[in-house]
């Protein structure tokens, strides 16, 4: 897979004073923890120890979709070989009444009911000695239970649609302009039907909780998303203060946001940990990752567009239903990037929901705008084709120069020169718009391309920079590391700050005693942490500065702040670079301590006054055969318009992965659901079908690396999610243009392509 | 898991004598590469009380007969047995069977025994929380009927209805055994009563009124081989696998062509398909048509028709019908121009 970033990786001196736009930073070529996970010294939740030998906890689930539980026999179970504890509804500890105040606003369930809500909720939890003895423990259970009717046919439910029940970020329902006069004015339509399926995040690393108690305070290692929230949730749920929870995580092994909230299990472990004394330790089965730890919801979209002969868009209506649980109300917001992508006279969008007996959903990478994106930018290239009209040009004809939702100007869109680059990188011009034009033998080929978009999130978040006496540095925030590089871009901020080499930086994170720190979920914590580091190297080189300037032995002292710059592990003046002194001369001449420094940052004047997106534009090749239909997908081209790209390895890496699950959206990853019974029949990854290498053909990702100054300092906005936007209607796309075969149903598995 | 003894055995009587000794009620079982076995224990759905490991049997070789075939260990392991000079050069269908099998990971581990007996994927056996299996509790009825059954069976099920205990429409998984098929190999079995020889045709089973069982092997049986014929097929062979993705999946319709030629005439044929039947499905009448006719449209959409005879899909897996006939003249088309010529195209 030939790669290429386009980052012209400046190395430049910081200035204390500077503002405004930054050069790009000093990179930090190997990831910080790439020795660490390659030998395997990375530790994960599942795999810590507590001070004294842990106990196993195993969650036994419902075997029915609906109803309530009649009774547990537990006595076989109590007996067997290892068993410490069987706890149950009719046994379990009580915890206060459930709080719904954010984030902890999820329904888990954690014994306090006999209700079932779905297949798969947690009924009771084994502890014994060892897993297989909690295992084989489970299965001598004897649960009954009254069965109820249970609401599992979605299709057959959309009647019963409804709005949410809670405002999400965006409003539910939205409508501007007057869409019936913007309609009667197109003259040409496209009106279809989108679906997209269940789905569930499967990161290598399943959750996992170890857990123990010191009297009143619990310890625990969780694998998460959100150190913060979590150990609130724990907290609340359990009842106790906050900051009796401390909370660990240094690695988390993926989580693509099935990790942003705290489940049932978490909750279990500290239960289970106090009614047996000891420390537990819990880590789901990889079944057990469909259904109590969230998913994606289905979804069924209607898009209209109608657009004037030379290709205006006149207007969009965009109406999504979801399925959600029984227990909560949660929006996958499929229409909100309707609402900005494009101009238009006028725009309707909606989203409802439908309640059936499932566990409940969640964020699933890129909520909204991969669902959203698959659907209408399918649409589209639906227009273009009744347009007789290049998709590209599609969508220059409609290219929003300000955010048509809010009215807001952008913060910084580049989207033009996404299609540009990306559209020649590919060789787009040579297109022939004819449907199964292009064939090869037996393989019918076929180009096509659609938008990516996210927004840029920032939150609110601290970290602590402290320059040591022997000129490294250490950086330390309570953010977590998914493998997306949080560590690498840590060290290298500070470093860079600093003008130290990032090399010589450490860094902590995944710690409730460190700073405070976002949920690595929106695609935020880059653009929320980095600005908070900067801000506290900033104070704490700013801090050794001053020590300089009042030390007359110093070849700074005297000078003025302004005029002290900062590189390879020296503060020297701007104005006369050869007069310089090093951290470590500094600091040994003046106390020799540690001097430290907490940057604090959150969103300021951007989040209200600009509309803050990022862009790209995907193009994907495709070979599918004309017998079985079998998809080849033979490369994928795309540039995006992210800001600055902190980090080249990460940060590119976190697009492709992006694109390599947008191509498994298109064509393979489908959570089957049996409509009877309500379990998910393929709960395992032989069977849940995501991309291999084999699936993924050439990647040529390209970044256009224009700092958007006016979102932060940093002038990056998150990567984490916009790979996966577009990329199925790209695919999609490329197929119908193979074909001739529009499949509008996700995924887009050979048996639809046959029957179409 | 339920708790097991574990019997490691050196020699293939010490095999036997283990697997027949009077265990408790869910038996003694052989292990191979495991890859199958612990899968389906972990899951509860096998509990055998008894492993009997035979991975140090010395049943490994891959050896030429006397009269010209090929004679396979039981304990050879598929990514071997799938790059053995012998195989890759007189059996060209069967190392390609084979490769496009799972994984370079689990191939490694596999055998060729534990592969002719791996179960099917099919979900309402592999779940335990779903009450009705016929296969996996017999008399429990076939949830797989109204369920979710892309992979299910078209050809030789037993259909009476979802609650009836000798429905079953589950399928054969392995890429292997539509291969060994086609190819007419013979199983070689040993037990405490002496030994046998079975026809690949009659080892595996229709799911008749006793869908429990997949093979005609007897409780206590040992493989310990498997035979090739004298190779007819290594020019013109082709194994055609569909599936889900490029790899790592199994089949949803696979199959396996070996033919006979002279000039553009099929002088004899040997064919069966994967993916569509609780065995490997061998059609004579399509093979018989195949003899003496030449490679053509015409008489390979012949062929396609008569294999699919009788094929009645379900809810899901309806298109499996049209799937398999194109499989078919496809695979045909590619054995007809010749196995190296296939590759390239
Ligand atoms: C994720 C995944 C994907 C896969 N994909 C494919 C695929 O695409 N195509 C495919 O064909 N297969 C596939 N397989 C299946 C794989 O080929 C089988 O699991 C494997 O061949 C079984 O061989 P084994 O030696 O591991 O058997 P084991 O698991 O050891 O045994 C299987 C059964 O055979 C019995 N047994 C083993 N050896 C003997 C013997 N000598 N005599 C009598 N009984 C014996 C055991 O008692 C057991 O009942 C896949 C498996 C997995 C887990
Ligand atoms: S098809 Fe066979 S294996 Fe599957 S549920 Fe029915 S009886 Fe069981």
Redesign the pocket.
Same mark, same amino acid.
């Given at each position: 897979m030939p790669i290429t970033a386009l980052n012209p990786g400046q190395q430049k001196a910081s200035g204390i004073a500077s503002d405004g736009a930054k050069p790009a930073p000093k990179q930090l070529a190997m990831r910080y923890d790439a020795r660490a996970k390659v030998t395997g010294t990375a530790k994960y939740a599942g795999e810590f120890r507590a001070p004294t030998d842990a106990v196993y906890a195993f969650v036994v689930q419902s075997t029915i979709p609906s109803g309530s539980i009649a009774s547990i026999d537990q006595a076989a179970a109590t007996k067997s070989s290892g068993v410490l504890a069987v706890i149950t509804p009719f046994n379990a500890p009580k915890l206060p009444p459930a709080n719904p105040q954010p984030p902890a606003r999820r329904h888990i369930t954690v014994l306090q009911e006999r209700e079932i809500f779905y297949n798969g909720q947690p009924v009771a939890v084994v502890v014994a000695r060892s897993l297989p003895e909690a295992i084989q423990a489970a299965s001598l259970l004897r649960i009954t239970y009254r069965q109820t009717a249970a609401k599992l046919r979605f299709r057959e439910r959309l009647g019963e649609a409804r709005p949410p029940k809670f405002p999400g970020r965006e409003p539910a329902a939205q409508t501007r302009g007057d869409l019936a006069a913007a309609m009667s004015k197109g003259t040409v339509r496209v009106e279809q039907t989108y679906t997209t399926p269940y789905q569930h995040h499967n990161p290598m690393e399943p959750h996992a909780t170890l857990a123990w108690w010191e009297g009143g305070k619990l310890n625990v290692y969780d694998s998460t998303q959100y150190i913060a929230g979590d150990c609130m949730t724990i907290a609340r749920t359990l009842g106790i203060p906050t900051d009796n929870v401390h909370l660990e995580c240094p690695y988390t092994g993926g989580g693509f946001g099935c990790k942003g909230s705290t489940w049932s299990h978490v909750i279990l472990a500290a239960m289970a940990a106090k009614v047996v004394g000891k420390p537990v330790k819990l880590t789901l089965e990889r079944p057990q990752m469909w259904g109590p730890v969230g998913g994606r919801p289905t979804t069924v979209q209607q898009i209209k567009l109608a657009a004037t002969q030379d290709g205006k868009i006149t207007g969009v209506q965009h109406d999504v239903i979801v399925h959600t649980s029984l227990m909560e109300d949660f929006l996958e917001p499929s229409a909100d990037q309707t609402r900005m992508l494009y101009a238009s006279e006028a725009c309707a969008t909606s989203h409802k929901m439908v309640d059936m007996n499932l566990g409940v959903a969640t964020f699933m990478r890129a909520p909204g705008e991969s669902t959203g994106t698959a659907a209408l930018e399918t649409a589209m290239d639906e227009l273009a084709l009744a347009l007789k009209m290049d998709p590209v040009q599609l969508r220059l004809t409609n290219y929003a120069e300000k955010d048509p939702g809010s009215d807001k100007p952008w913060s910084s869109k580049h989207l033009r020169e996404c299609y540009e680059q990306a559209g020649e990188r590919f060789g787009w011009s040579k297109r022939n718009p004819q449907p199964a034009s292009m064939r090869e033998g037996n393989k019918l080929i076929g180009w096509g391309m659609a938008t990516a978009t996210y927004p840029a999130n920032r939150s609110a978040a601290q970290a602590l920079v402290r320059i040591l006496t022997n000129g490294h540095a250490f950086v330390g925030c309570g953010s977590q590391d998914l493998g997306t590089g949080t560590y690498t871009i840590m060290a290298q901020t500070a470093g860079d700050t600093l003008g130290i080499d990032p090399r010589l930086v450490e860094a902590k994170l995944g710690d409730s005693t460190l700073p405070k720190a976002p949920a690595s979920g929106g695609s935020q914590s880059a653009a929320s942490i980095c600005p908070a580091i900067s801000a506290a190297a900033m104070q704490a080189k700013l801090k050794v500065a001053q020590l300089a300037i009042n030390d007359p032995e110093s070849p700074l002292h005297g000078a003025i702040v302004a005029d002290i710059s900062a590189s390879d592990g020296r503060l020297f003046l701007s104005s006369s670079p050869g007069s310089s002194d090093s951290y470590a001369d500094i600091l040994s001449r003046n106390g020799g301590k540690p001097v430290e420094a907490l940057g604090s940052t959150e969103p300021g004047e951007d989040s209200t006054a600009m509309s803050t997106h990022s862009f790209g534009a995907v193009f994907a090749e495709v070979a599918v055969d004309a017998e079985t239909y079998m998809v080849e997908v033979r490369r994928i081209v795309a540039t995006y318009d992210i800001g600055t790209l902190i980090n080249d390895t990460t940060g590119i890496n976190q697009l492709e992965g992006g694109i390599v699950w947008g191509v498994g959206f298109a064509l393979h990853e489908e959570s089957h659901l049996d409509e009877t019974y309500g379990r998910y029949v393929n709960a395992n990854l032989?069977e849940y079908h995501v991309p291999v290498n084999a699936d993924i053909g050439k990647l040529d990702v390209t970044v256009l690396n224009i700092p958007d100054i006016k979102f932060n300092p940093l002038g990056a906005r998150g990567i984490g999610e916009i790979g996966i936007t577009g990329t199925a209607a790209a695919v999609g796309n490329a197929i119908f243009h193979a074909t001739g075969k529009r499949i509008r149903n996700f995924p887009i598995t050979l048996d639809k392509l046959m029957n179409a | 898991m339920n708790p097991f003894e574990y019997q490691r055995v050196s020699s293939t009587e010490e095999a036997i004598r283990h697997i027949g000794a009077p265990i408790g009620t869910h038996g003694a079982? +052989?292990?191979? =590469?495991?890859?199958?076995?612990?899968?389906l224990m972990k899951l509860d759905v096998?509990c055998p009380s008894v492993l009997v490991d035979?991975t140090r049997l010395e049943?490994t070789k891959v050896e030429p007969t006397a009269n010209g075939g090929l004679m396979v260990g039981?304990?050879v392991r598929?990514s071997n047995l799938a790059n053995d000079p012998h195989v890759i050069e007189k059996y060209p269908l069967l190392s390609q069977a084979l490769l496009? =099998? *799972?994984?370079p990971q689990?191939?490694n581990?596999?055998?060729t =025994? =534990?592969?002719?007996?791996?179960?099917t994927r099919c979900y309402y056996f592999t779940d335990t929380a779903f009450p009705a299996c016929n296969k996996r509790v017999p008399g429990s009825g076939c949830a797989a009927i109204q369920g979710f059954n892309r992979i299910h069976a078209i050809l030789g099920q037993t259909d009476h209805g979802p609650t009836s205990g000798e429905s079953c429409i589950a399928t054969n998984?392995?890429?292997?055994n539509v291969a060994l098929t086609a190819l007419g190999a013979t199983i070689h079995?040993q037990s405490a009563h002496g030994k046998r020889s079975i026809p690949i045709a009659d080892f595996h089973r229709l799911p008749g009124s006793t869908p429990q069982l997949d093979t005609n092997?007897k409780p206590g049986?040992?493989?310990?081989a498997v035979e090739l014929p004298v190779s007819r097929f290594a020019k013109n062979s082709w194994y055609l696998k569909v599936r889900d993705r490029q790899s790592?999946? +199994? *089949?949803l319709v696979s199959v396996a062509i070996g033919l006979e030629m002279d000039g553009n005439t099929i002088l004899s044929a040997g064919m069966a398909l994967g993916g569509v039947a609780h065995k490997p499905w061998r059609s004579l009448e399509a093979e018989q048509e195949l003899a003496g006719a030449p490679a053509t449209r015409q008489s390979i959409e012949k062929a396609a028709d008569l294999a699919l005879e009788g094929a009645k899909g379900y809810e899901h897996n309806v298109f499996k019908i049209q799937l398999a006939k194109q499989s078919i003249m496809r695979a045909l088309t590619l054995a007809a121009r010749g196995t190296t010529a296939g590759r390239e195209a």
């Amino acid at each position: 897979m030939p790669i290429t970033a386009l980052n012209p990786g400046q190395q430049k001196a910081s200035g204390i004073a500077s503002d405004g736009a930054k050069p790009a930073p000093k990179q930090l070529a190997m990831r910080y923890d790439a020795r660490a996970k390659v030998t395997g010294t990375a530790k994960y939740a599942g795999e810590f120890r507590a001070p004294t030998d842990a106990v196993y906890a195993f969650v036994v689930q419902s075997t029915i979709p609906s109803g309530s539980i009649a009774s547990i026999d537990q006595a076989a179970a109590t007996k067997s070989s290892g068993v410490l504890a069987v706890i149950t509804p009719f046994n379990a500890p009580k915890l206060p009444p459930a709080n719904p105040q954010p984030p902890a606003r999820r329904h888990i369930t954690v014994l306090q009911e006999r209700e079932i809500f779905y297949n798969g909720q947690p009924v009771a939890v084994v502890v014994a000695r060892s897993l297989p003895e909690a295992i084989q423990a489970a299965s001598l259970l004897r649960i009954t239970y009254r069965q109820t009717a249970a609401k599992l046919r979605f299709r057959e439910r959309l009647g019963e649609a409804r709005p949410p029940k809670f405002p999400g970020r965006e409003p539910a329902a939205q409508t501007r302009g007057d869409l019936a006069a913007a309609m009667s004015k197109g003259t040409v339509r496209v009106e279809q039907t989108y679906t997209t399926p269940y789905q569930h995040h499967n990161p290598m690393e399943p959750h996992a909780t170890l857990a123990w108690w010191e009297g009143g305070k619990l310890n625990v290692y969780d694998s998460t998303q959100y150190i913060a929230g979590d150990c609130m949730t724990i907290a609340r749920t359990l009842g106790i203060p906050t900051d009796n929870v401390h909370l660990e995580c240094p690695y988390t092994g993926g989580g693509f946001g099935c990790k942003g909230s705290t489940w049932s299990h978490v909750i279990l472990a500290a239960m289970a940990a106090k009614v047996v004394g000891k420390p537990v330790k819990l880590t789901l089965e990889r079944p057990q990752m469909w259904g109590p730890v969230g998913g994606r919801p289905t979804t069924v979209q209607q898009i209209k567009l109608a657009a004037t002969q030379d290709g205006k868009i006149t207007g969009v209506q965009h109406d999504v239903i979801v399925h959600t649980s029984l227990m909560e109300d949660f929006l996958e917001p499929s229409a909100d990037q309707t609402r900005m992508l494009y101009a238009s006279e006028a725009c309707a969008t909606s989203h409802k929901m439908v309640d059936m007996n499932l566990g409940v959903a969640t964020f699933m990478r890129a909520p909204g705008e991969s669902t959203g994106t698959a659907a209408l930018e399918t649409a589209m290239d639906e227009l273009a084709l009744a347009l007789k009209m290049d998709p590209v040009q599609l969508r220059l004809t409609n290219y929003a120069e300000k955010d048509p939702g809010s009215d807001k100007p952008w913060s910084s869109k580049h989207l033009r020169e996404c299609y540009e680059q990306a559209g020649e990188r590919f060789g787009w011009s040579k297109r022939n718009p004819q449907p199964a034009s292009m064939r090869e033998g037996n393989k019918l080929i076929g180009w096509g391309m659609a938008t990516a978009t996210y927004p840029a999130n920032r939150s609110a978040a601290q970290a602590l920079v402290r320059i040591l006496t022997n000129g490294h540095a250490f950086v330390g925030c309570g953010s977590q590391d998914l493998g997306t590089g949080t560590y690498t871009i840590m060290a290298q901020t500070a470093g860079d700050t600093l003008g130290i080499d990032p090399r010589l930086v450490e860094a902590k994170l995944g710690d409730s005693t460190l700073p405070k720190a976002p949920a690595s979920g929106g695609s935020q914590s880059a653009a929320s942490i980095c600005p908070a580091i900067s801000a506290a190297a900033m104070q704490a080189k700013l801090k050794v500065a001053q020590l300089a300037i009042n030390d007359p032995e110093s070849p700074l002292h005297g000078a003025i702040v302004a005029d002290i710059s900062a590189s390879d592990g020296r503060l020297f003046l701007s104005s006369s670079p050869g007069s310089s002194d090093s951290y470590a001369d500094i600091l040994s001449r003046n106390g020799g301590k540690p001097v430290e420094a907490l940057g604090s940052t959150e969103p300021g004047e951007d989040s209200t006054a600009m509309s803050t997106h990022s862009f790209g534009a995907v193009f994907a090749e495709v070979a599918v055969d004309a017998e079985t239909y079998m998809v080849e997908v033979r490369r994928i081209v795309a540039t995006y318009d992210i800001g600055t790209l902190i980090n080249d390895t990460t940060g590119i890496n976190q697009l492709e992965g992006g694109i390599v699950w947008g191509v498994g959206f298109a064509l393979h990853e489908e959570s089957h659901l049996d409509e009877t019974y309500g379990r998910y029949v393929n709960a395992n990854l032989a069977e849940y079908h995501v991309p291999v290498n084999a699936d993924i053909g050439k990647l040529d990702v390209t970044v256009l690396n224009i700092p958007d100054i006016k979102f932060n300092p940093l002038g990056a906005r998150g990567i984490g999610e916009i790979g996966i936007t577009g990329t199925a209607a790209a695919v999609g796309n490329a197929i119908f243009h193979a074909t001739g075969k529009r499949i509008r149903n996700f995924p887009i598995t050979l048996d639809k392509l046959m029957n179409a | 898991m339920n708790p097991f003894e574990y019997q490691r055995v050196s020699s293939t009587e010490e095999a036997i004598r283990h697997i027949g000794a009077p265990i408790g009620t869910h038996g003694a079982k +052989f292990l191979g =590469g495991g890859t199958n076995l612990i899968d389906l224990m972990k899951l509860d759905v096998e509990c055998p009380s008894v492993l009997v490991d035979i991975t140090r049997l010395e049943l490994t070789k891959v050896e030429p007969t006397a009269n010209g075939g090929l004679m396979v260990g039981a304990l050879v392991r598929n990514s071997n047995l799938a790059n053995d000079p012998h195989v890759i050069e007189k059996y060209p269908l069967l190392s390609q069977a084979l490769l496009s =099998g *799972a994984s370079p990971q689990l191939r490694n581990m596999a055998t060729t =025994g =534990g592969n002719l007996l791996q179960r099917t994927r099919c979900y309402y056996f592999t779940d335990t929380a779903f009450p009705a299996c016929n296969k996996r509790v017999p008399g429990s009825g076939c949830a797989a009927i109204q369920g979710f059954n892309r992979i299910h069976a078209i050809l030789g099920q037993t259909d009476h209805g979802p609650t009836s205990g000798e429905s079953c429409i589950a399928t054969n998984p392995s890429d292997m055994n539509v291969a060994l098929t086609a190819l007419g190999a013979t199983i070689h079995v040993q037990s405490a009563h002496g030994k046998r020889s079975i026809p690949i045709a009659d080892f595996h089973r229709l799911p008749g009124s006793t869908p429990q069982l997949d093979t005609n092997l007897k409780p206590g049986e040992l493989i310990t081989a498997v035979e090739l014929p004298v190779s007819r097929f290594a020019k013109n062979s082709w194994y055609l696998k569909v599936r889900d993705r490029q790899s790592y999946a +199994f *089949a949803l319709v696979s199959v396996a062509i070996g033919l006979e030629m002279d000039g553009n005439t099929i002088l004899s044929a040997g064919m069966a398909l994967g993916g569509v039947a609780h065995k490997p499905w061998r059609s004579l009448e399509a093979e018989q048509e195949l003899a003496g006719a030449p490679a053509t449209r015409q008489s390979i959409e012949k062929a396609a028709d008569l294999a699919l005879e009788g094929a009645k899909g379900y809810e899901h897996n309806v298109f499996k019908i049209q799937l398999a006939k194109q499989s078919i003249m496809r695979a045909l088309t590619l054995a007809a121009r010749g196995t190296t010529a296939g590759r390239e195209a």
